[in-house]
């Protein structure tokens, strides 16, 4: 069978770039990119396509790195940016946490949902969370690459189906009479929460090396076949983002019920109104759906940042053993579970934390991955890329400003 086979071949190359996908939707997507179209309709579309645009180049440029130095950012930013390594570090260990406590929680909750039978909430975080250790700690990256790859495959089917029939029936609700404007100064919050994790935090672009160079030492891979990867990747990501938004405004906006802003309050939220809007049987084809987006998001979440923050321990201390990716991965999920059971209340408001320092970070590991890739590989760059790369730089740094600025008001 010389078709299947070239098949699998060409299917084989793709890895981390659908795994940066994985990580990428979850609350981005699900939560923020929705509640842009169940409050604002579809006036967000062009800002969701925007900052998509404009972090494109420096997630590029990681992959780029990686690509021709057979090193991963992390070992870049430790040979070149001493003083921005250490910061990277510090961050990460403060997302690895907060970021496994909140996607750990949401996907809990979205499970608890659906099952027909009532389930302590910690009880099946935690079975959870052992689901993906057992996965992660037998199958490492190999079994991490497969599963992400149908995870991708099945979201991305069943999220167009269920926005075709949402288009199908039609907005559930009318417009309002005067729309809510989102730029009003106040909102401006909300609207770095949105754009600190679209597509995904900055930092998912160093995770998305490391990935990448654990597969390139499994497979050899052309330049071209890695940015093939990344491209279906990245651009996936932002086409489901503003599929996301689009059934935010045809499933919730205009409606006189208050939308809700939690996470998980607002992911049930979204599935009662699918289910009360075209019937009941869509309840389980939105929690699927939701499901998928944040499991998905917890195991490359749990993997990506103890991968990192193990080869960044190694890197500082070159005697540690390759087995920190084990302890690290543990002591992650022991801490993103203590952070489940005893400060779950205050989770909305660390993720909000966490979501804004995403973004105003956003332009200083921006600029230390374009200064990887100086020389030789920028030039190569097309013309588009390198206009957006200024354009993206002025407006992270403008809007991130901004941002200060208005906080430092209040």
């Given at each position: 069978?010389?078709?299947l086979?070239?098949?699998?071949?060409?299917?084989?190359?793709?890895?981390?770039?659908?795994l940066?996908?994985?990580?990428?939707?979850?609350?981005?997507?699900?939560?923020?990119?929705?509640?842009?179209?169940?409050?604002?309709?579809?006036?967000?579309?062009?800002?969701?396509?925007?900052?998509?645009?404009?972090?494109?180049?420096?997630?590029?440029?990681?992959?780029?790195?990686?690509?021709?130095?057979?090193?991963?950012?992390?070992?870049?930013?430790?040979?070149?940016?001493?003083?921005?390594?250490?910061?990277?570090?510090?961050?990460?260990?403060?997302?690895?946490?907060?970021?496994?406590?909140?996607?750990?929680?949401?996907?809990?909750?979205?499970?608890?949902?659906?099952?027909?039978f009532?389930?302590?909430?910690?009880?099946?975080?935690?079975?959870?969370?052992?689901?993906?250790?057992?996965?992660l700690?037998?199958?490492?990256?190999?079994?991490?690459?497969?599963?992400?790859?149908w995870?991708?495959?099945?979201?991305?089917?069943?999220?167009?189906?269920?926005?075709?029939?949402a288009?199908?029936?039609?907005?559930?609700?009318?417009?309002?009479?005067?729309?809510?404007?989102?730029?009003?100064?106040a909102?401006?919050g909300?609207?770095?929460?949105?754009?600190?994790?679209?597509?995904?935090?900055?930092?998912?672009?160093?995770?998305?090396?490391?990935?990448?160079?654990?597969?390139?030492?499994?497979q050899?891979?052309?330049?071209?076949?890695?940015?093939?990867?990344?491209?279906?990747?990245?651009?996936?990501?932002?086409?489901?983002?503003?599929?996301?938004?689009?059934?935010?405004?045809?499933?919730?906006?205009?409606?006189?019920?208050?939308?809700?802003?939690?996470?998980?309050?607002?992911?049930?939220?979204?599935?009662?109104?699918?289910?009360?809007?075209?019937?009941?049987?869509?309840?389980?084809?939105?929690?699927?759906?939701?499901?998928?987006?944040?499991?998905?998001?917890?195991?490359?979440?749990?993997?990506?940042?103890?991968?990192?923050?193990?080869?960044?321990?190694?890197?500082?201390?070159?005697?540690?053993?390759?087995?920190?990716?084990?302890?690290?991965?543990?002591?992650?999920?022991?801490?993103?579970?203590?952070?489940?059971?005893?400060?779950?209340?205050?989770?909305?408001?660390?993720?909000?934390?966490?979501?804004?320092?995403?973004?105003?970070?956003?332009?200083?590991?921006?600029?230390?991955?374009?200064?990887?890739?100086?020389?030789?590989i920028?030039?190569?760059?097309p013309?588009?890329?390198?206009?957006?790369?200024?354009?993206?730089?002025?407006?992270?740094?403008?809007?991130?400003?901004?941002?200060?600025?208005?906080?430092?008001?209040?």
């Amino acid at each position: 069978m010389p078709a299947l086979r070239a098949l699998k071949d060409k299917f084989a190359i793709f890895g981390p770039g659908i795994l940066m996908a994985t990580a990428a939707i979850g609350g981005s997507h699900l939560v923020s990119s929705t509640q842009a179209g169940a409050l604002f309709g579809t006036q967000l579309i062009w800002l969701i396509v925007a900052v998509n645009l404009l972090k494109y180049p420096f997630f590029k440029y990681a992959v780029e790195y990686t690509s021709h130095s057979k090193q991963t950012v992390v070992e870049g930013y430790h040979s070149h940016y001493r003083f921005g390594f250490k910061v990277f570090v510090l961050l990460n260990i403060f997302a690895a946490i907060v970021n496994t406590a909140g996607v750990l929680l949401l996907t809990s909750s979205l499970l608890s949902y659906a099952l027909p039978f009532a389930i302590n909430i910690e009880l099946l975080s935690f079975i959870l969370l052992a689901s993906c250790l057992t996965i992660l700690l037998l199958g490492h990256y190999k079994i991490l690459d497969v599963t992400s790859k149908w995870v991708m495959i099945i979201l991305t089917l069943s999220t167009i189906a269920a926005l075709a029939i949402a288009a199908t029936n039609g907005p559930a609700h009318a417009p309002p009479s005067v729309p809510t404007s989102p730029y009003d100064l106040a909102l401006l919050g909300f609207l770095v929460a949105l754009m600190g994790w679209m597509p995904a935090p900055i930092e998912i672009s160093v995770i998305n090396s490391s990935w990448l160079k654990t597969k390139m030492m499994k497979q050899k891979l052309t330049n071209k076949q890695i940015l093939l990867d990344f491209k279906v990747g990245y651009f996936v990501t932002l086409g489901l983002a503003v599929v996301f938004c689009l059934l935010g405004m045809l499933m919730q906006y205009g409606q006189e019920k208050p939308v809700e802003l939690a996470g998980v309050a607002f992911s049930q939220q979204l599935i009662d109104m699918y289910a009360n809007t075209i019937g009941e049987w869509a309840r389980w084809l939105i929690a699927g759906v939701a499901f998928l987006c944040m499991f998905g998001t917890t195991i490359t979440v749990l993997d990506g940042y103890s991968r990192v923050l193990s080869e960044s321990l190694q890197l500082t201390r070159p005697s540690t053993t390759k087995k920190s990716y084990t302890y690290i991965l543990l002591l992650q999920a022991a801490l993103g579970m203590l952070v489940v059971l005893f400060f779950k209340a205050d989770l909305k408001s660390m993720l909000m934390f966490a979501m804004s320092s995403a973004f105003v970070t956003t332009p200083v590991f921006a600029w230390m991955n374009l200064g990887l890739v100086k020389g030789e590989i920028f030039t190569r760059q097309p013309t588009y890329t390198k206009v957006l790369t200024g354009l993206g730089l002025v407006y992270l740094i403008g809007f991130a400003l901004l941002f200060v600025l208005w906080r430092l008001s209040l």
